[in-house]
């Protein structure tokens, strides 16, 4: 069992939807949960950055912690078609010193 | 104030020869990790480097080696190349504080080995 589990997709959404991106883990060790964008030919880019279990918002984009479930959700409001791209969750762990690990990335698609 | 930056941006290599990737991290940071990522996949870490020192290593052989120089850049070596090491090799950096720094990325280096 991977330590971060996330769907692929890909997921194909109309301009203005509501997107919802998941991802869960089974480490209790995780302390930090990120989202990243990444788009094509380009390296990942940090979105959104939380320690504690709960909502914190920027903008169009909320993310969720969940640490009983073990489970984080990223969503993005009024979506557009320059959303479109590969999202990736990751997680910090402090075993055996500071680590981050990455989702396998839900690619986005949303059309005009 | 300058991102992190890698070279080459592609690579092309010849199953058995060996490979040199750099990069220079985001202004101020002093802590470098490397992942390769596949295709379709989400980045594998490689190893991290503070002090010069290779400080956590993921689960690569050691074929995969590093160094960190005294501006902190950094270098990501791979000998005996495989035909599956063709990959975006991926270069972050961060602060090293208390740890929990998150990653900056620069946008890769592609390697394809033939």
């Known amino acids: 069992q991977k330590e971060v589990e996330q769907d692929p997709g890909p997921l194909s959404v109309p301009e203005g939807a509501i997107v919802s991106l998941n991802c869960t883990y089974s480490n209790s060790a995780f302390q930090y949960f990120m989202w990243y964008r990444q788009y094509s030919r380009k390296g990942p880019e940090l979105l959104m950055y939380t320690y504690s279990s709960g909502n914190k918002e920027d903008g169009r984009f909320t993310a969720q912690v969940d640490k009983s479930s073990k489970y984080i959700s990223l969503f993005i409001r009024d979506s557009q078609p320059s959303d479109s791209a590969t999202y990736l969750c990751?997680?910090?762990?402090?075993?055996?010193?500071?680590?981050?690990?990455f989702g396998a990335g839900t690619r986005l698609f949303v059309k005009a | 104030d300058a991102g992190v930056t890698q070279s080459p941006t592609h690579l092309i290599k010849t199953r058995g020869q060996q490979v040199t990737l750099r990069c220079s991290p985001k202004?101020?940071?002093?802590?470098v990790s490397w992942y390769q990522q596949a295709l379709g996949q989400g980045p594998q870490f490689i190893f991290q480097y503070y002090e010069e020192e290779e400080r956590q290593r993921g689960n690569f052989p050691d074929r995969f080696s590093g160094h960190q120089f005294p501006n902190y850049s950094s270098e990501l070596n791979v000998n005996a190349l495989l035909l599956g090491d063709s990959a975006l090799y991926l270069c972050a950096s961060s602060l090293a504080g208390t740890g929990t720094s998150p990653l900056h990325f620069g946008n890769g280096t592609r390697l394809t080995v033939t």
């Open positions: 990751a997680m910090l762990t402090n075993t055996g010193g500071f680590k981050t690990i």
């Open positions: 202004s101020g940071h002093d802590t």
